[in-house]
């Protein structure tokens, strides 16, 4: 019995500790205003999401985490979507605006997917100079606009992503 209470607590520090770790961005911050392509030729922006708690996922459509990511954030806009929640991605790689329409035919992403230049993704993942982070990038964005959590593809958060989602989506969720 001990044990599992030990074990509790200790996946609980975690959860705690990945949800305050910043790997490069600062934490919270003014999310980005910057309007993200897509193959339409439409144009959002995360501010037209004020209200519902975004995950913006950045990726590449040639890395196998980042599908898999993808993958499990359909799940996520399955499950949360009807209570105030919003998945969005955006690909950075050279090309994107081509590849995006048959890779979201091919997975069968039903949230928004659209493109970034690699200028473009590093303002709106907050990357220092120099530093190429692992994607997938998760950023997870508040009812106000505001990028409280994000990870990189490198993080240990990818290890539970399943639950610290969850957990960070239902806190978020919560919040007025």
Known sequence: MFTNVLRKFSRGIL???LMTAAVY???????SDMPIPLPSGKKIRLQQYAGKV???????????????ALQFVETMQKD???KGFQALAAAGDDNAQYLIEPFVQRYKISFPVGFLNQTEMIKMGDIPLGKRPTAPIFLFID????????YFGDSPFFKTVDGTTRSIIENLLKEK
Do not use: W
């Open 80 to 82: 949360y979507g009807p």
């Open 15 to 17: 959860v705690l500790l």
């Open 25 to 31: 961005a600062k934490e919270p911050r003014p999310a």
């Open 143 to 150: 009812k106000r606009n505001v990028v409280r959590f994000q």
């Open 54 to 68: 975004v995950l913006l996922v950045i990726f590449s459509t040639e890395c196998k985490d980042c599908v898999a």
